[in-house]
């Protein structure tokens, strides 16, 4: 849960006093109302028990994004109107995700400086588009505004310029403001409180002419000219006299940031599980749909430990620190450590150029590198590619004496270098469809590993045979006719869940002990894909040999 004090950021702002504004129509300050029913028609009220407390944006039938500090409290969204109090349409929240590093930072002023501010609400019920309903378009992944453009923020925020002690109510109709975007060192050099990195947050509005955003906005969109949603309303900087909404500038959550796109998109609802398109990977295909990775993760075995010393690895390229992989003293297999990304490398995403060149660096010593796997995950959507260059490494390192012939302790030395190119990078799976599949079963040599039985092959709605009591040893192979398994000649990656070998007979047992399941990619490469399943346990008679398949477990295969 989000921590109270956050749940009305800007209510803290404006602690409880006179009613003197009370008779004020209150919105966005310097604003005109909104009038067309198409304008800013992706705008909802999201809305507490006691009515309207906060903005957002719609983006989806069952999806709305706003701030995070809006998240406690609210009950409903409406759409669909410019009156916050009536018509449209009013949706009940059905759950909230707030962002993982949601803070709200140091106070300054009286007003938390909020970092990551942004949420997803998932709706009880689908809001349709309509004439006066549509969905926002965000913008594109890594954009930043730049500064001097303009952009228009909208909400049901208060008009008048605040100071402590005043207790404004939202406005009854939607009101617009064109901003001016400010370079984000203008914000940071009027609130110490605000961080160095401005890459997550836009800075706009305030100046001379007294336009801005106010409480109530937050959440609210602010929309480039081109239409698209770069920014949610999170904060208002105070001036010294502890005013708000008057010349200085507003803060925005910048939705262009690469973790934010990332984290709306694994919370939206899914409204098509199966893949919009069908693909089968290319090199070529890495810029066009991959040109960030928003999480990486390592794979490595030891087969012989160096005691309790540290083993790190960083990628030079890119400007990395070091990341401390193994603190012994155990040999094994660790499997998909996750990098820390803004540790690691300072930010939240990283191009996969940037990763050409990796290294290990340890404590004076020595290990043995059985391999090493590493598997980046596609900024914007959740598409894995993984690098097996060095999965067959098999290496021993050992930290050597430097010229005076000493090793420092305490200290991390080089071991190795090598280098991870662009087209080693490819997906699990290789492609979307499948156009053929076949199951290839080796029974086991050991005595009376056959048996008497028949054995079938069990796939989706169909069943095919694949072995007529079968001797031990033996190899036996089953095409698939995808039209009798899944009712269509090509099929999902993703609808291939669950395979077995049902043993059909009166009494007697077998012993398998390799079940292979091969897929040829629907596309120009004809890209083959397997699973290999070890088996070495007895099936009885009206048993199974059961796997679950999950599309991560597909393998590219090798042509020789």
């Known amino acids: 849960m989000v921590p109270k004090a956050a749940a009305a950021v800007l209510a803290a702002a404006f602690p409880a006093a006179s009613a003197a504004a009370a008779s004020i129509d209150k919105r966005i300050v310097g604003g005109v109302n909104v009038e067309g029913k198409s304008?800013?028609?992706?705008?909802?009220?999201?809305?507490?028990?006691?009515?309207?407390?906060?903005?957002?944006?719609?983006?989806?039938?069952?999806?709305?994004?706003?701030?995070?500090?809006?998240?406690?409290?609210?009950?409903?969204?409406?759409?669909?109107?410019?009156?916050?109090?009536?018509?449209?349409?009013?949706?009940?929240?059905?759950?909230?995700?707030?962002?993982?590093?949601?803070d709200e930072g140091k106070p300054w002023e009286g007003t938390p400086v909020l970092l990551h501010d942004i949420a997803v609400l998932k709706l009880k019920f689908p809001i349709r588009e309509s004439s006066s309903i549509s969905y926002a378009r965000l913008p594109a992944n890594g954009s930043y505004p730049v500064a001097g453009s303009k952009a228009t923020a909208?909400?049901?925020?208060?008009?008048?310029?605040?100071?402590?002690?005043?207790?404004?109510?939202?406005?009854?109709?939607?009101?617009?403001?064109?901003?001016?975007?400010?370079?984000?060192?203008?914000?940071?050099?009027?609130?110490?409180?605000?961080?160095?990195?401005?890459?997550?947050?836009?800075?706009?509005?305030?100046?001379?002419?007294?336009?801005n955003v106010c409480k109530y906005d937050s959440g609210g969109p602010l929309q480039a000219a081109s239409g698209e949603v770069i920014g949610l309303m999170s904060w208002v900087i105070p001036d010294k006299k502890s005013t708000r909404c008057k010349d200085k500038p507003a803060v925005f959550t910048s939705l262009g940031f690469p973790s934010f796109l990332s984290f709306i998109e694994?919370?939206?609802?899914?409204?098509?599980?199966?893949?919009?398109?069908v693909w089968e990977w290319s090199p070529e295909m890495l810029q066009e749909r991959c040109a960030y990775f928003d999480e990486l993760v390592l794979s490595f075995e030891l087969s012989s430990g160096p005691g309790r010393n540290v083993?790190?690895?960083?990628?030079?390229?890119a400007g990395a620190e070091a990341h401390t992989i193994y603190t012994g003293p155990d040999a094994g297999s660790y499997k998909w450590q996750h990098l820390n990304m803004n540790k690691t490398f300072r930010s939240a995403a990283v191009e996969p150029s940037l990763l050409s060149r990796v290294r290990l660096l340890a404590d004076p010593g020595g290990w043995r590198v059985v391999g090493m796997k590493f598997r980046g995950r596609c900024d914007g959507s959740n598409v894995w590619l993984q690098n097996?260059?060095?999965?067959?490494?098999?290496?021993?390192?050992?930290?050597?004496?430097?010229?005076?012939?000493?090793?420092?302790?305490?200290?991390?030395?080089k071991v190795w270098e090598g280098s991870l190119p662009l087209e080693d990078w490819?997906?699990?799976?290789?492609?979307?469809?499948?156009?053929?599949?076949?199951?290839t079963l080796r029974i086991s040599d050991a005595y009376w590993s056959g048996t008497d039985n028949d054995l079938y092959l069990v796939v989706g709605e169909a069943r095919y045979l694949l072995a007529h009591r079968p001797s031990r040893g033996e190899v036996f192979t089953a095409l698939v006719d995808l039209v009798e398994s899944y009712?269509?000649?090509i099929v999902a990656v993703e609808d291939v869940k669950h395979i077995a070998v049902h043993s059909q007979g009166q009494h007697d047992q077998f012993l398998p002990q390799l079940l292979t399941i091969t897929g040829l990619c629907h596309g120009p490469a004809n890209t083959l894909l397997e699973i290999k399943h070890e088996a070495n346990e007895w099936v009885a008679a009206g048993d199974d040999l059961s796997i679950d398949i999950s599309p991560d477990l597909w393998e590219m295969v090798k042509r020789k």
Request: some cysteine.
């Open 426 to 439: 490819a997906p699990k799976p290789a492609c979307t469809h499948l156009q053929q599949m076949q199951a």
């Open 487 to 489: 009712g269509s000649p």
């Open 311 to 317: 083993i790190k690895i960083d990628f030079p390229g």
């Open 39 to 102: 304008d800013f028609s992706y705008v909802v009220a999201v809305n507490s028990a006691s009515g309207i407390f906060c903005g957002g944006i719609l983006i989806g039938p069952k999806t709305a994004v706003t701030a995070a500090h809006c998240v406690e409290g609210a009950k409903s969204v409406r759409a669909g109107s410019r009156d916050s109090e009536t018509g449209g349409i009013v949706v009940e929240i059905e759950e909230s995700h707030i962002h993982p590093d949601f």
């Open 154 to 211: 909208a909400g049901w925020g208060s008009q008048v310029v605040l100071r402590d002690r005043d207790t404004p109510q939202p406005a009854v109709h939607l009101a617009k403001v064109e901003l001016q975007i400010h370079h984000w060192n203008f914000c940071r050099s009027l609130n110490r409180g605000a961080s160095d990195d401005g890459a997550h947050r836009i800075c706009a509005g305030g100046g001379t002419q007294g336009k």
């Open 266 to 277: 694994k919370h939206r609802e899914k409204t098509n599980s199966k893949p919009s398109t």
């Open 388 to 413: 097996d260059k060095f999965a067959s490494f098999d290496k021993t390192l050992r930290i050597k004496p430097d010229g005076t012939g000493s090793l420092w302790g305490g200290s991390t030395y």
